[in-house]
């Protein structure tokens, strides 16, 4: 379904019923039409972090937790937030006879919307641990230009050093904005790479480009993957990027070259 279909945007109530059919997806195909070549736009995951999750027990009390959904990038199709918003909410006046049933039905929805096996873990209200970001941060850099939208002539490598290097460098300044709402949606982005050095300072000023950018979490992910990919064409790639929450969710696109650089799922302060 296209987005201009989805409740993004617009007024709705809350249901106070569980409502499985308020799931809506988004095809991922068209927004990857031109990245089709590169093995890594399809390799990796989607992790959202839901902070509104509640239901019934069987005593009628109502419980509450945190949960971490991850959705793989083969998914045919993305979830749209707000829907999942109230998808989750609909449960909150729902019984289920115990943690696990209420997992094993959010489970099934989800995998039926997102055309693959999505899953869920729930953690207490209290176990969600905050990481600190691993890498060198980029953010104090000078870059030599800036532009507003993405602009992947940005990007060098390191005219003054051209040895291959392993790094993973990360930034807080990436921002772009809902394609339906306008909504500033921010994020810190970790780039893990292996090859020829890359002027530091032309990645971030690649980042800073996308913050008039209208895309999808996963979307600006998948296209900074693209980007880095075939400018700099190296032996191996991550991308991942920790959004802030909205709406009481956080979306974490993550994708890889090479699986064995598959991060776990952190959450960091702003989010």
């Avoid at 989805?6 to 499985?20: A, M, R």
Wanted: hydrophobic share 35%; glycine share 4%.
């Amino acid at each position: 379904m296209t987005v201009e279909l989805s409740l993004l945007g617009k007024d709705t109530h809350y249901p106070t019923q569980y409502q499985p059919d308020i799931l809506f997806a988004i095809a991922r195909a068209q927004s990857r039409e031109k990245y089709a070549h590169i093995e890594g736009i399809q390799q990796g995951q989607d992790w959202w972090h839901v902070f509104e999750i509640s239901w019934l027990n069987p005593q009628g009390i109502p419980q509450v937790a945190i949960g971490r959904i991850s959705v793989p990038a083969t998914s045919p199709n993305l979830l749209e937030s707000k829907s999942l918003k109230l998808y989750f909410n609909s449960m909150n006046f729902t019984e289920f006879d115990s943690k696990e049933t209420f997992i094993s039905v959010v489970e099934k929805d989800l995998s039926a919307a997102a055309g693959a096996a999505v899953s869920l873990s729930l953690f207490q209200a209290d176990d969600l641990e905050v990481s600190k970001p691993e890498g060198i941060n980029i953010d104090d850099l000078l870059p030599e230009r800036l532009e507003n939208h993405p602009d992947s002539t940005l990007l060098k490598f390191d005219i003054e050093n051209s040895e291959h290097v392993e790094v993973q460098l990360y930034s807080h300044l990436l921002r772009s904005n809902c394609p339906v709402t306008g909504q500033p949606d921010w994020g810190t982005v970790f780039i893990r790479y292996q090859g020829k050095k890359p002027c530091y300072r032309s990645i971030l000023a690649y980042i800073i480009s996308y913050r008039q950018h209208n895309g999808f979490h996963e979307q600006c992910v998948e296209q900074i993957f693209a980007d880095l990919w075939q400018i700099f064409a190296p032996q191996k790639l991550m991308v991942y990027a920790t959004y802030t929450r909205r709406g009481g969710l956080d979306i974490n696109p993550c994708r890889v070259s090479d699986f064995t650089w598959m991060p776990r799922p952190i959450r960091l302060a702003r989010q």
